[in-house]
């Protein structure tokens, strides 16, 4: 693909936050890597999208060293790339502070499985991520952004889990391309939106029984798609 190329489908998926009502102003950014040409195209820093051109997303390599643009990148772009050189079957990565999925990130909480919608695309619970440790928020902030989720994945299979709240700050999804982040992102807000009304409404709402959650997510992904066994 080319860079041009490249440039046009991430700046379509970037668009599409804004079509889904997931980001406000600049809020937000999606990336996509080319990982024949070892590099990332992502949306530049501070640009609004009424404003953004294709050409203005900037590309980088996976050190972060601009290769191509004459913008700034995200200033997440370090926890875009740290995620790709650490996941090496996604292919795209959204960050929204969508309203829903922000809150239970601000209240450091996972969102539980409690329905078959959640259990259609995440196998388990939604993982809020740790919070930063001190020496975390002092050292190269975004980077360790990425460390928190990475941590948060040691022992999962992030295809089986596409999307993560990090704690105190907000929702970062995945998918085999840009669009398909943006698609996680936009399922992420409305299972978190559901989740909070449904504990609104009761408290003490179970968590789907394994059985169910299991056949779920089986009908969708097909045999063995949880439990990292893709
Ligand atoms: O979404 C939020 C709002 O804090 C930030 O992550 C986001 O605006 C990052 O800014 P840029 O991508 O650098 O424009």
Redesign the pocket.
Known sequence: MSYKELKREVFEANMELQRRNL?IY????VSQIDRDKGVVAI?P???AYEDMKPEDIVVVDLENTVVEGSMRP???TKTHTHLYRAFDSIGGVT???STYATAWAQARQSIPCLGTTHADYVHGDITCTRDLTDDQVNGDYEEETGVQITDAYAERDPNAAPMVIVAGH?PFTWGKDAAQSVYHAALLEEIARMAYLTRTLDPHAAVLKQAVMDKHYLRKHGKNAYYGQS
Do not use: L, P
């Open positions: 980001v600049t809020f937000g950014n949306k820093s501070g640009v995200s200033s997440d960050h929204t502070h907000a």
